[in-house]
């Protein structure tokens, strides 16, 4: 500074008073002091913060790894358990197909249980009905049997033999005729039309045809004891009607084991006594006591015997078709004059040799109109009328 302005400068102090600024005092914070000491503080905040940081950093690191380990373990839980469950899903398959098994073989043996009852329960009740049919057997009408002739060894022994009882129906206009011999017979087949001369002027056309029967092969009959009905033998003989209705008495009086009685049928092939009640409890009690006293005759008591009656059901039946050899048919009849004449000229006629006849062993019309049945007993027909 030069010194002209020092001068002015001193002039200036020595000419007028002055006084200084007065200096405001500042908050510590806005000192010098203040801001280092905020200073260290932030840095020592920054500083615990960053230490903060690197715990936090290093427990989020430890907890990274815990994570991942429980997450490996649980990973090697679950798997564990898949495994687990997957064997136990087998072993339930396999159990669950042994229960399937073991259900099919119960089935299976209850199957065989209840085959095995039906069985049971049949072959008993074949049982009983044999044992039944036994002691009705053994409790039969006894009979007297006589056996004459010599004694052969059980291979020459004969059969035995059934005769059959064929009830042939006729139509209306036919006439059946059996022959002495089968070749007379044949003859009138041949023929087949026929010219009967009724009188010099007047004859019928009769055509005739073969008789063929259904017969029997094989009969399986079952018998069972009815419960209505009882079988009487051991009979007096006397009047028929009067022992009937001596025996409906008793056996309808309850006092006697009896009850109401149905019907009251003589057998007279056998001589006895069928006995049909309304009721099914009755006739077994008359069966046990099998001997009663009836009084059949005046103050005296018969002593007859009560025994089952055996109803018969065809089980089996097998048939032939058999042709009659020496029985005709003749067709074609138109009723011109009376039953017997016709048959008289019709026999007439099939007996001349030049009408191709011969001898006649039986010989039945039946009229249009009328009903009439001929009953053959092996080859050789009775003629019976039903009307």
């Known amino acids: 500074m030069s010194s002209e302005v020092r001068d002015n400068i ?32 932030n840095k020592a905040k920054y500083d615990q913060l960053i230490e903060e940081q690197n715990e936090l950093t290093d427990l989020r690191k430890d907890h990274q790894e ?27 398959t396999k159990e669950m197909v042994k229960v399937n098994s073991l259900k099919q073989e119960e089935e299976q043996i209850m199957d065989e249980i209840q085959k095995v009852e039906a069985a049971l329960l049949e072959e008993t009740a074949k049982y009983h009905h044999l044992r039944e049919q036994a002691d009705v057997i053994s ?33 209306g206009g036919t006439a059946l005729i059996t022959f002495e011999e089968e070749v007379v017979a044949k003859k009138i087949l ?6 009967v001369n009724l009188t010099e002027e007047t004859f019928i056309t009769v055509e005739a ?98 025994t089952p009656f055996l109803n018969g059901t065809v089980t089996k039946l097998e048939t032939r078709m058999k042709v009659c050899p020496r029985t005709v048919l003749l067709t074609g009849i138109p009723a011109v004059m009376e039953q017997e004449t016709l048959q ?26 009328q009903q009439i049945s001929a009953l053959f007993e092996s080859v050789v027909p009775k003629v019976e009328k039903k009307q």
């Not at 102090?13 to 801001?35: M, Q, W, Y």
């Open 10 to 41: 001193v002039t200036m102090a020595s000419d007028e008073d002055f006084s200084l600024p007065e200096v405001k005092t500042l908050p510590f914070e806005e000192t010098l002091d203040g801001i280092q000491t905020l200073i260290a503080n």
């Open 66 to 92: 815990m994570t991942q380990k429980l997450q490996h373990r649980c990973d090697k839980l679950v798997k564990t358990l898949e495994n687990e469950q997957q064997f136990y899903m087998d072993e339930l």
């Open 139 to 171: 409790s039969m009408p006894e009979k007297t049997v006589a056996f004459t002739g010599v004694t052969t060894s059980a291979t020459n022994a004969p059969t035995f033999e059934t005769k059959s009882r064929i009830v042939y129906p006729m139509d």
């Open 190 to 195: 041949t023929l087949k039309q026929h010219k």
């Open 209 to 306: 045809e073969a008789v063929t029967l259904i017969l029997p092969k094989l009969v399986e009959i079952e018998s069972e004891v009815c419960p209505r009905r009882i079988l009487i033998s051991n009979l007096p003989k006397m009047d028929r009607e009067t022992m009937l209705d001596k025996l409906n008495i008793h056996f309808h009086r309850r006092k006697d084991g009896g009850g109401e009685v149905e019907s009251c049928e003589f057998l007279a092939d056998s001589g006895t006594v069928v006995l049909t009640f309304t009721d099914k409890d009755i006739a077994k009690g008359l069966t046990d006591t099998e001997f009663h006293g009836v009084q059949l005759q005046k103050k005296k008591k018969h002593r007859v015997r009560v």
């Open 344 to 369: 008289d000229l019709l026999e007439i006629h099939f007996q001349k040799s030049v009408s191709g006849g011969g001898e006649i062993e039986a010989c039945l019309y039946n009229p249009t109109g």
